[in-house]
């Protein structure tokens, strides 16, 4: 890669990676206190596939020598804590609005690394560090997380409209 294309790509990469600790951290306390007790198995495998999906990333970044830049993704983790600060209209308890706002950002999530790992593919085309066979993999991985938290999203907005 030329230099140019290198440090644009390492921006892009680390931007991911900031995205990708958010995500992470948000997909395990949904995991933990999501209302739906059926529910939380397929979000603990889920939270364990995207902190996965986190590492690849940081595979990848290593293998094209980009490095990790540590303030980007140490704010995002402080951020995704302060997004838990939202007015929901309750003080002290979770509110019913919770759950579905919460798969609804991490749905975007997702959204947001399958078109990383897209771009990615794309590279790889003309990077030979890059394995299309592996982002192939992490594209599918991202389609079959999204599907299932579409299929959550749903249930939990169903079940807030019938409940109040």
Do not use: C
């Not at 294309?5 to 306390?29: K, Q, S």
């Not at 950002?105 to 990383?116: F, I, Q, S, T, Y």
């Not at 790889?124 to 299932?148: F, G, I």
């Amino acid at each position: 890669m030329t230099a140019n294309r290198t440090e644009l790509v390492g921006i892009y990469l680390n931007d991911h990676l900031a995205g990708a600790t958010a995500g992470t951290a948000l997909a395990h306390r949904i995991a933990r206190t999501h209302d739906e007790v059926a529910d939380r198995t397929t979000l603990q495998r889920l939270a364990g596939e995207i902190n996965a999906d986190r590492q690849a990333l940081l595979e990848i970044m290593g293998q094209l020598g980009v490095p990790v830049r540590h303030y980007k993704t140490t704010a995002a983790w402080l951020g995704e804590r302060v997004g838990r600060l939202k007015f929901n209209g309750r003080l002290r308890t979770r509110s019913p609005l919770s759950s579905l706002e919460e798969l609804e950002l991490l749905r975007l999530g997702v959204e947001g690394k399958a078109a990383g790992w897209r771009t990615l593919r794309e590279l790889a085309d003309t990077e030979p560090r890059l394995s299309p066979a592996r982002l192939d993999e992490l594209l599918t991985r991202a389609r079959q997380q999204a599907d299932q938290l579409e299929d959550l999203r749903v249930a939990a907005a169903n079940h807030l409209l019938e409940t109040h």
